[in-house]
């Protein structure tokens, strides 16, 4: 894929959306988590909807965050926005440059400053 911004350079050039775009499984991605997922980070968002839609669909909102740690790893952790921890992923391997916090409402996937 050329151009791609592992270090995502415009995360915070997005605030509000002004499309939807379809993600998976009946979930909706704003231009912002779009802009995420076209530049090496589509694993976080479909595993963090995977866990959503199987785990915690009862949820009527959560943060997801991926959190890198050394020697290349990473964690995903979902949380229910006051800090009660509800699922985490490990990775042993990811090329991430920059960890990112996600929101979720309402079958859409959002980052913070689109919330």
Known sequence: M????LELKRLEDFHGTEEYHEAWLGVVATDGVKYVMENGYSWIV?????????ELADQ???VVKL???????AR???????GSVLCTQEYDYTDAKRELKLYYTDEVIMLPGEY
């Open 76 to 82: 995903m952790i979902i949380d229910d926005g006051n």
């Open 60 to 62: 009527r909102f959560l």
């Open 46 to 54: 479909t595993d963090s909807i995977s866990a959503i839609k199987t």
């Open 67 to 73: 959190i890198l740690l050394p020697g290349k790893k």
């Open 2 to 5: 050329a151009d791609v911004d």
